[in-house]
């Protein structure tokens, strides 16, 4: 079935740095993934759609500028938190696009949980 | 504007069967999933409907009802490892970005 990985899982990381995170779609082509944020209790919110070879659509609120999105090639979208502060510690989690017995559906990635301090 | 419903908690007891409801209100639609989310992990796909009907996956079925804005998860044989947060999600139509707009979960508490 379709798979979608994550990495690193975990990080924590001083206030003032960046942090990138990578999500991967393992045995499929996904021209399309999708970065979200949650906080404790709260669903998913939508980030920014991760397009391959144009630039990510963010939703509104979201600084372009301070959550920069790469969409270099068809398995491989990065997300990195320029300047993190502790307010943006949370749980990000990427999903990408797959076919999986005849449905397209979106897949998750497992999550990568970011602390600031 | 976009707008999907969904209680915040409910309680079932081990076996029994529970239904989760949603109703969306969203300017397009392709599609209503449902996805299982335990605490601390990512969301696990669960169903898929974007005709109008009933579809069925052992335990799980879910229903949609597009004219009502209305989609529902069945849970048969509640098990204690069902506790968790259900997400019922619309996605936009492709025109639109294809994306997911999710419901704030309903949390699901199983009793012995």
């Known amino acids: 079935g379709a798979v979608v990985s994550q990495h690193p899982s975990w990080v924590i990381c001083k206030s003032g740095t960046s942090v990138k995170i990578e999500c991967r779609s393992l045995?499929?082509?996904?021209?399309?993934m999708f970065w979200y944020r949650q906080f404790p209790k709260q669903s998913l919110m939508l980030m920014a759609t991760s397009n391959e070879g144009s630039k990510a659509t963010y939703e509104q609120g979201v600084e372009k500028d301070k959550f920069l999105i790469n969409h270099a090639s068809l398995t491989l979208s990065t997300l990195t938190v320029t300047s993190a502060h502790p307010e943006d510690s949370s749980f990000y989690i990427c999903?990408?696009?797959?076919?999986?017995?005849?449905?397209?559906?979106?897949?998750f990635g497992p999550g990568t949980r970011l602390l600031v301090l | 504007g976009q707008n999907i419903d969904q209680p915040t908690e409910m309680t079932a007891t081990e076996g029994a069967i529970v239904q989760i409801n949603c109703t969306y209100q969203?300017?397009?639609?392709?599609?209503l999933f449902w996805y299982q989310q335990h605490a601390g992990e990512a969301p696990t796909f669960l169903s898929y409907n974007v005709l109008d009907g009933l579809e069925e996956k052992g335990r799980f079925s879910s229903f949609l009802s597009r004219s009502k804005g209305y989609s529902y998860l069945l849970l048969k044989e509640l098990q204690m490892k069902d506790s968790a947060s259900y997400l019922c999600?619309?996605?936009?139509?492709?025109?639109?970005?294809?994306?997911?707009?999710f419901g704030q979960g309903t949390e699901l508490s199983v009793k012995p």
């Open positions: 999600a619309v996605r936009a139509p492709y025109n639109q970005g294809g994306k997911l707009i």
């Open positions: 969203t300017s397009g639609f392709n599609g």
């Open positions: 999903s990408a696009t797959g076919r999986l017995a005849g449905e397209e559906t979106q897949y």
């Open positions: 045995d499929f082509q996904a021209t399309t």
